[in-house]
């Protein structure tokens, strides 16, 4: 006698006979092939779609108004994200891979009477190998279906708003993913992710542009103030140096992987510091034009600058040369990012490109266009498999690399995004914006 039982994957009722011991199910919603010992209980026999229109690539909902979400151990007084939902663009095919097929056994199918058995593998570069049939003599060969699925490698999804942030400026995850700080205004804060409470103000730091965690440690390092850059203890919220800049406002900051040496963008030169000793280094002059972003490679070989004259700068940090001068943006440069690895760097431009510079070569690896809108800000993943930056329509862009392929786009802010920010494990990214809100995402991404 038939019974229905819920399809584990998509949990679609399913008719099944009383006799499923030898044969295989398809679920009409979802496409997926079941076998099971026990009518009751159905095993997973193979997550490949029967046929290659019926993949679809899963969308993230936004969490539902008013109500916490039961995955984020936060549980904030604020209005809950209630922008436009996220758009996934498909790009480059490639197989999907499901926990099953991970280690490499991609499919086992198992026909009642015909004992055919095919048997399917994936290798990790995504090269799907040849399929091994057997089947009894004098039956028909199997239709051979070569398919691969298109999903998005990166994606984000809303978590929690921070509303009535006034004119943010900056934002900097602490080394252990725990805190974030921003400037804004006249305030710069501390935030703890675990509780989603303030830990620290700073409400008499007027005019912040930047502020930045050291790369160990709970040190902080700020700048805005006119010809100071302020370092504070994050735990306790007490300045411990002060170092002045006799003339012009810091822009930007970015701290050697030492965590002894900071760089700041001052006017039209980066300056070096030696925090401990609180003395001013080496000064880079190369561009004709206000310098808007600095940013150290994470082995710190490199020194990235852009600048209002249209140009990005690779420095050596060893001498006061310039080692590539590279043009090919027709706007500022806003945002300068580098890879994790350190061989590309990103720079932002308010002429609607994203440019990937090598860093060895000092050439131009590609341009990554939006819809013709500015960009503000530029991050890499962690992992360097993908580039997220956020432009002046308030809008955040995402591409898989190193191919370039963008993966989404959607409404993150209702006015310019004027700063990213991403934790270091790569789970969590902060965007700041003119509209007064700071929004947090979950990052999601799949190789």
Not at 23 to 38: K, L, M, N
Not at 155 to 171: F, H, W
Not at 274 to 288: E, I, P, Q, S, W
Request: aromatic share 6%; proline share 8%; hydrophobic share 40%.
């Amino acid at each position: 006698m038939p019974i229905t039982v819920q399809c584990p994957s998509c949990r679609a009722p399913l008719l099944l006979a009383d006799n499923m011991a030898e044969e295989a199910v398809a679920c009409d919603f979802c496409r997926h092939r079941f076998s099971s010992t026990a009518p009751a209980t159905l095993e997973v026999l193979d997550a490949v779609p029967v046929r290659p229109a019926d993949t679809v690539v899963p969308s993230i909902p936004p969490p539902a108004q008013g109500t916490p979400d039961d995955r984020s151990p936060w549980q904030p007084d604020h209005v809950p994200y209630t922008g436009s939902p996220i758009i996934k663009i498909p790009v480059r095919p490639r197989a999907s891979r499901s926990p099953t097929t991970w280690l490499g056994l991609s499919a086992l199918l198992l026909f009642g009477g015909g004992g055919c058995i095919i048997l399917a593998y994936l290798d990790s570069s995504d090269r799907q190998r040849p399929v091994i049939t057997r089947q009894p003599a004098g039956s028909p060969p199997p239709a051979r279906v070569d398919w691969q699925a298109p999903f998005a490698t990166i994606s984000a999804e809303p978590d929690v708003t921070l509303q009535k942030v006034r004119d943010v400026e900056s934002l900097t995850f602490s080394p252990d993913g725990k805190r974030f700080a921003f400037t804004a205004w006249s305030q710069m804060s501390l935030w703890n992710l675990m509780t989603a409470r303030i830990e620290l103000q700073w409400s008499d730091t007027r005019n912040m542009r930047s502020a930045v965690f050291r790369p160990n440690g709970l040190i902080l390092a700020s700048a805005g103030d006119p010809e100071k850059i302020q370092i504070w203890d994050a735990a306790t919220g007490t300045n411990v140096a002060t170092l002045t800049t006799d003339g012009g406002m810091p822009m930007s900051l970015a701290w050697h992987r030492s965590g002894n040496t900071l760089a700041s963008a001052i006017g039209k030169d980066v300056v070096l510091w030696d925090v401990h000793n609180r003395l001013k280094g080496t000064v880079f002059a190369g561009h004709t034009d206000a310098v808007t972003s600095v940013a150290y490679s994470a082995d710190g070989n490199w020194l990235a600058s852009g600048s209002e004259d249209h140009t990005v700068i690779l420095w050596n940090p060893d001498t006061d040369k310039p080692q590539f001068i590279m043009e090919a943006h027709t706007g500022a440069v806003r945002s300068v990012a580098f890879s994790p690895d350190g061989k590309l760097l990103a720079s932002a431009s308010a002429d609607g490109t994203v440019n990937i510079w090598n860093t060895n070569t000092g050439g131009l690896e590609a341009t990554l266009a939006t819809e013709s809108e500015s960009v503000s800000s530029v991050v890499f993943h962690p992992k360097g498999t993908a580039l997220i930056a956020g432009t002046n329509l308030g809008r955040i862009f995402m591409w898989e690399m190193p191919s370039g392929n963008r993966q989404a786009v959607f409404s993150a802010h209702a006015a310019a995004i004027t700063c990213l920010a991403i934790s270091r494990g790569g789970a969590t990214l902060a965007s700041g914006s003119c509209d007064d809100t700071i929004r947090l995402w979950r990052v999601r991404t799949r190789q």
